[in-house]
């Protein structure tokens, strides 16, 4: 029975084009949970009319589902040009169980705190939300350095047949996760990702939740944090059309960071990203 099992696995990937082994399998599983659990919390965010700083209740679960989502399924896919032994092996193995176990635990955390209508981050208004924020914040740390381990394992031992999307993968991998560090660490110290008072009801980008009164922190973490999927992009594009792709994706990675630094400098002045 076994062998039939393990048959019937090795002929079903996770995804087309994926391989079978655990650790895709898990990142693959860990994108179908997010997506999951944001399908689920569509009617209740079309039902539910409370909001916390003029934003739906439900936003921020939603808008991580979706985030996490995009962030296991690019892992995934980037993984799959080491070598089976070497991406199934300890170090990648380790660090992808611990981020799909950080983001299981952000997620329902936050879905709980939604339904309670509290909020789930910079929340220190009980002894158990401050050391259950400060936890989301440990695990946050591992959804960012898996990415570093697997940039590290493609430096090392990725398809060298394929030098663009290589070179895209290191360098969105490894800037998108230490800018991100960066970003998310200074609005943890700050307490806050505005800077200046954002009204409650105050005009916001819509879905992102983005002030458009005050300085907003989180448009930099996002530039920042999708490196890790448009340098890969266009290094897999240059690669297509054969096109020499070093140059183009490390001026564009500088250009990607350097956007990120002029929006991080322009809240810190306390002037929003898209005024109202």
């Known amino acids: 029975m076994m062998r039939f099992l393990d048959a019937r696995r090795s002929e079903a990937p996770a995804l087309p084009g994926l391989d079978d082994d655990h650790v895709t399998r898990a990142l693959v599983a860990a994108a179908f949970f997010t997506v999951a659990m944001f399908v689920v919390t569509l009617p209740a965010s079309a039902i539910d009319a409370r909001t916390i700083d003029g934003d739906s209740v439900w936003l921020k679960p939603q808008k991580f589902n979706v985030s996490l989502s995009v962030h296991f399924l690019t892992l995934a ?134 002030s458009r009164v005050a300085g907003d922190l989180r448009p930099a973490h996002f530039v920042a944090l999708h490196a890790m999927q448009t340098l890969l992009l266009l290094g897999f594009a240059l690669d297509r059309l054969r096109i020499p792709a070093r140059a183009a994706v490390v001026a564009a990675a500088l250009a990607q960071l350097g956007l990120a630094a002029a929006l991080f400098f322009q809240a810190l002045a306390g002037k929003p990203f898209w005024p109202a």
């Not at 950080?102 to 309670?116: K, L, N, P, T, V």
Request: net charge positive; hydrophobic share 50%.
């Open 77 to 210: 896919i980037l993984a799959q040009q080491l070598p089976r032994k070497v991406r199934a092996g300890p170090s990648l193995t380790i660090f992808a169980y611990a981020a799909l176990a950080a983001s299981a635990f952000e997620i329902i955390y936050m879905s709980i705190q939604a339904a309670r209508g509290r909020r789930s981050h910079f929340n220190y208004e009980t002894e158990l939300e401050s050391q259950l924020y400060l936890l989301m914040g440990l695990g946050a740390l591992f959804l960012v350095i898996v990415a570093i381990v697997l940039a590290v394992q493609i430096m090392r031992k990725g398809d060298p047949a394929s030098p663009g999307l290589k070179l895209g993968s290191i360098l969105g991998l490894l800037f998108g996760a230490m800018a991100t560090i960066g970003f998310a660490g200074y609005m943890s110290a700050s307490g806050s990702h505005h800077v200046g008072a954002h009204p409650d009801g105050g005009a916001h980008v819509p879905f992102f939740g983005w």
